[in-house]
């Protein structure tokens, strides 16, 4: 079966220190991969998107960065994080055919920044 | 760019009542998905819809997609409080990596 992993489930790390978070899929090659950040209470905003290793697509200008270094893992980086980096970071996988497209999203993790 | 808007932000309802949440796109959308979203949760899916007048239910949930395919809408039959939670909608446009997403109707059920 297809699975999703994001760890932590959540982070408190203080400002101006980097961030690291992991994403890995099971159950698939080859997927689209993307990260989003929701603020408490709100929609969600689309960070990156990946279409396959090492190839990145970034939709928000910020001191965020993303990898691919293999086909099923995606990790979100900071070299200093800020107070407005605090919110929910999703990974999603896009499961998609001609007729039929669902975005799987992994558990999530909780960053706040103090 | 292309925008999805989705109204109300939130909608309060006694237990029993009706809920309805709205999304307009300002371009044609090739289909559109809903997902939920419970508290403290990650969106899960909900369904997608692709032709033009398109309805689809599910148990007390009826989605519907406009006739040109730049609007939808969710309804929910007498609520529950399984019901709580966020619901979004979220529309492929041009691009074939991005959905654009509506920001959301929370559905708070009064005590």
């Known amino acids: 079966s297809q699975t999703i992993h994001q760890w932590p489930a959540t982070l408190v790390q203080p400002v101006g220190s980097p961030l690291s978070l992991e994403c890995t899929v099971e159950?698939?090659?080859?997927?689209?991969l993307y990260w989003y950040r929701q603020a408490a209470g709100r929609g969600l905003q689309l960070l990156f998107y990946s279409v396959g290793i090492g190839q990145i697509s970034s939709e928000v200008p910020q001191n965020l960065s993303a990898s691919r270094p293999q086909d099923r893992q995606f990790i979100l980086s900071s070299k200093k994080l800020l107070l407005s980096d605090s919110g929910f970071y999703l990974c999603a996988w896009h499961v998609g055919t001609a007729s039929y497209n669902e975005q799987f999203f992994g558990p999530g993790t909780r960053l706040t920044v103090l | 760019g292309q925008q999805v808007m989705q109204i109300p932000q939130y909608q309060h309802v006694q237990e029993g009542e009706d809920f309805t949440t709205y999304c307009n796109s300002s371009?044609?959308?090739?289909?559109i998905q809903w997902y939920k979203q419970r508290p403290g949760g990650h969106p899960v899916f909900l369904i997608q819809?692709?032709?033009s007048g398109e309805v689809k239910k599910q148990k007390r949930l009826t989605f519907q997609f406009g006739e040109a395919k730049k609007n939808s809408s969710l309804h929910i039959t007498a609520t529950q409080t399984t019901d709580v939670g966020t619901y979004f909608c979220?529309?492929?446009?041009?691009?074939?990596?991005?959905?654009?997403w509506g920001a959301g109707t929370k559905l708070i059920i009064k005590p």
């Open positions: 819809l692709v032709k």
């Open positions: 371009t044609t959308l090739s289909n």
């Open positions: 159950g698939t090659s080859n997927p689209n």
């Open positions: 979220a529309g492929w446009g041009d691009s074939n990596y991005q959905l654009i």
